[in-house]
């Protein structure tokens, strides 16, 4: 995932898939997850979520959606530009 001297420094900046070349669409999995969700319950009966909060235990793994390669390696990086 490094960049070619060539690539201009705007495009290096993108994680790209060595495998397929997709540079847009990527997976994020954490395992051992607990996953807290609140709710109220409205007049009618219905629910509406109020919040929720996520507490990851275990590893995370970071994947092209394309062709499924594991860029954990990138996912730094990706952290890097999450906003």
Known sequence: MACDPKTPRKNCMRI???GCGNDSDFIEVADNVILT???VQNEDGSFSQDGDESQILGEIKFYCAECNADLTSAHNRFLE???
């Open 16 to 18: 790209t898939c060595p």
């Open 37 to 39: 969700t609140r709710y």
């Open 81 to 83: 530009m999450l906003f």
